[in-house]
């Protein structure tokens, strides 16, 4: 990952320190990319961005950006913030109350000639489409053009690196649609690295291209979005991530087209294989809830196309926007409830409820498989 | 009407209010942003003046400022003057006492500036004095006026301070508050009547110039 960063054209970071919080984090962004840091409350992901802002200084670590260095404990270098090409999106905006909308934008412009600031304010403006409402004081604008403002001041420094920090957490969902988009179309525009500070795992699916989750100031994963959220390398992973579908198990048997697990009793085949797992290991298993299919007590259903059938009985039935959200339990542990999704139709003309028994294949392709620790 | 102790007390709150501004400012953004061991005790020492009767202040001022101490000897050997009954130990005295009532509401009203609001500056690429310039000013100009507006009027109004450290020299040391007592020990109702009533009005306008300035601050931040 971010190999062209060591080249020098994007971020490398490197932050260690045991207070206030522990850190202990490596991680780069090349130009035109976008990383997200993932990760529970407390988990350090404001405090990496902090640093590289240049507001937080770490006990030890180095954080170079463009190719230039910004931070260096071995050799005492300690760029300010204001010396540092970063534009920033706090998450409350952080406007300058007592300046118009221009003024907030012309505030980050000091490096350019007086003359020039407000033309380039001007252009700024109509690229996150604020034109018209430059007069405004930021008590006057709602939060979506609050946002806007935010972006267009972090724009206006010519960073090197554009952080936003849970930067659509404030506004309602049709605005934060808008902007995901506005913000998709504004990085092709952009070749700098972009730092997305997020919980919101949906949000930086969508929009990071690479995606680092942290926990207690540690990487616990660093990969694309789908990697992490479909494939968590460890359970930690996978309960950060909310993983629905999360079990224990252990492993049966290494056949060539299959690994088999037990669990709860049940043979479930995994494909491809994964000698890597000793047989007798135990292990954690997820499955997506895309990847459990639900037969209506048919027991017509092939176990050669889908594989791993099992009965249960449907106890939870909820209806969501779009779809409707089952959970299916597997025999009398309640622990052993598969959660599931439906297109809303499909429930509707099923008459699907609790109680329903049904049929559901678990996909062998679908199946990750975690290794559990030996003491396990 | 002594118009000299008039005169004396308006050159004495100027140049109170004159040394306190840039003091006040400085400490107040000191106490506001920062936080460092013993900063309780040096709000608290900052405080003392309000809650300390003004004898007591006095007292020490007048031990601290005296030809027997290090402080008055030095004064002295520089300027060929004491500090004790002279108008630059009484604006010493008067610039102490009126730390807190200088400080506290500057402090508050940088303490009101949201911390990201002053981090955004930062970033933005302003320098520690441009943020003080273009952010801190102009959002916390409110309390800096209060702070030095009541600083003004408690100056024209301190009278046991003035009378321990300063005594009451006409041209020198004698300030309206020590006037009106001096005139009411005369008999002289008439004088101090007028010299009552002038610091009164005075008082009056200050304090309804920071009542209109807080409520100015608390829109702002609100």
Same mark, same amino acid.
């Given at each position: 990952m971010g190999e062209g960063a060591a080249a020098g054209n994007g971020l490398s970071v490197c932050l260690r320190q045991d207070a206030p919080i522990p850190l202990d984090v490596t991680l780069a962004c090349d130009r035109g990319e976008v990383l997200a840091l993932v990760g529970p409350s407390g988990a350090g992901k404001s405090t990496v961005l902090r640093a590289i802002a240049g507001l937080h200084r770490a006990q030890a670590g180095r954080i170079v950006c463009g190719g230039a260095s910004w931070f260096d404990s071995g050799a005492g270098t300690f760029v300010p913030p204001h010396r540092r090409a970063v534009g920033v999106v706090f998450? =409350?905006?952080?406007? *300058?109350?007592?300046?118009?909308a221009l003024g907030n934008v012309e505030a980050a412009m000091l490096h350019l000639p007086r003359g020039e600031r407000r033309r380039r304010a001007r252009e700024l403006f109509d690229l996150v489409h604020l034109a018209g409402f430059e007069a405004r004081r930021p008590a006057e604008l709602s939060g979506g053009q609050q946002q806007r403002v935010a972006v267009a001041r972090a724009l206006a420094r010519e960073p090197s690196v554009l952080l936003l920090d849970?930067? *659509?957490?404030?506004?309602d969902k049709a605005t934060r649609g808008k902007l995901y988009r506005e913000l998709a179309e504004m990085r092709r525009l952009l070749a700098v690295p972009i730092v997305l500070v997020t919980h919101d795992f949906d949000e930086a699916a969508r929009l990071a291209d690479r995606m680092c989750l942290l926990d207690g100031g540690r990487v616990v994963q660093a990969g694309t979005p789908h990697e992490i959220l479909a494939?968590?390398?460890t359970v930690e992973a996978a309960r950060l991530v909310d993983l629905k579908n999360l079990f224990e198990g252990r492993i049966a048997a290494h056949e060539p087209g299959a690994t088999w697990i037990d669990w709860a009793g049940r043979s479930l085949a995994v494909t491809p294989p994964r000698p890597d797992l000793a047989v007798g290991s135990a292990v954690a298993w997820a499955v997506p809830s895309t990847q459990v299919i639900l037969h209506r007590g048919d027991a017509g259903a092939d176990e050669e196309k889908h594989g791993n059938l099992c009965d249960g009985v449907v106890a939870e039935v909820a209806a969501l926007s779009e779809a409707t959200s089952i959970v299916v339990a597997l025999g =009398?542990?309640?622990?052993h409830g598969l959660a599931m999704t439906v297109p809303a139709h499909y429930a509707r003309r099923t008459g699907l409820a609790a109680g329903t028994a049904v049929t559901i294949a678990i996909r062998p392709e679908g199946i990750h498989l975690m290794a559990l620790g030996p003491d396990r | 009407m002594d118009w000299i102790a008039l005169g004396l007390s308006l050159r004495l709150g100027a140049l109170t209010v004159l040394i306190l501004l840039p003091v006040g400012i400085g400490l107040g953004r000191l106490l506001a942003y920062r936080s460092f061991p013993g900063k309780g005790i040096v709000e608290a020492a900052l405080a003392l003046p309000l809650v300390l009767p003004p004898t007591v202040v006095g007292y020490y001022l007048l031990v601290a400022f005296g030809g027997a101490s290090p402080l008055g000897q030095a004064f002295q050997a520089l300027f060929g003057r004491g500090l004790v009954f002279t108008f630059e130990g009484l604006l010493a005295a008067s610039v102490l006492v009126n730390l807190p009532f200088a400080i506290q509401p500057m402090q508050r009203a940088f303490e009101a500036i949201p911390r990201d609001v002053r981090e955004a500056a930062s970033v933005s690429g302003m320098s520690p004095r441009q943020v003080l310039a273009r952010i801190d000013l102009p959002l916390a100009w409110p309390g800096i006026v209060t702070g030095l507006v009541l600083a003004f009027a408690h100056t024209l109004g301190e009278f046991g301070v003035v009378l321990m450290? #300063? #005594?009451?020299?006409? #041209?020198?040391t004698r300030t309206v508050a020590i006037a009106i007592y001096d005139r009411v020990q005369a008999f002289d109702n008439a004088a101090a009547a007028l010299m009552s009533l002038t610091l009164l009005m005075l008082s009056l306008a200050a304090l309804g110039l920071t009542y209109a300035l807080s409520s100015r601050i608390g829109r702002r931040h609100g």
């Open positions: 998450q =409350s905006y952080a406007l *300058f109350p007592h300046m118009t849970e930067p *659509f957490s404030a506004v494939r968590p390398a =009398s542990d309640p622990g | 450290v #300063g #005594g009451s020299i006409s #041209g020198e």
